[in-house]
């Protein structure tokens, strides 16, 4: 399966964004899909996850209470809503898909697509 993120941009802190991650080359409902980001000189982070079917998600600390992620079978596409930014928030962000019903280690999964740059300005 190939992703494409978008919707990165540059924001003021407190402001929001969406990024959407669409899919195509197979069949997108039999995916895990999750969000991850990585800032400069650090690791590459897990923020989010959804079940192959949207009915279980799942956030690392870092995700959990601002971000939101939710997947739209029918549109091969899966989003993250992103809310009250911080500077802290600037990274680029990543979706990728898992061939596992959730996955939420950098490990499981099996496609990435390229990454949007975030910033958030304060």
């Known amino acids: 399966v190939q992703l494409q993120a978008s919707g990165g941009g540059s924001v003021q802190a407190g402001g929001s964004l969406r990024l959407d991650c669409s899919a195509s080359g197979d069949t997108f409902s039999g995916y895990a899909m999750g969000w991850f980001r990585q800032a400069p000189g650090k690791e590459r982070e897990f923020l989010a996850a959804i079940h192959w079917n949207g009915y279980s998600t799942y956030y690392s600390d870092s995700g959990k209470g601002r971000f939101t992620i939710s997947r739209d079978n029918a549109k091969d596409t899966a989003y993250l809503q992103m809310n009250s930014l911080k500077p802290e928030d600037t990274a680029v962000y990543y979706c990728?898909?898992?061939?596992?019903?959730?996955?939420?280690?950098?490990?499981?999964?099996?496609?990435w697509g390229r990454g949007t740059l975030v910033t958030v300005s304060s």
């Open positions: 990728a898909a898992a061939r596992m019903f959730v996955a939420t280690e950098k490990g499981e999964y099996d496609y």
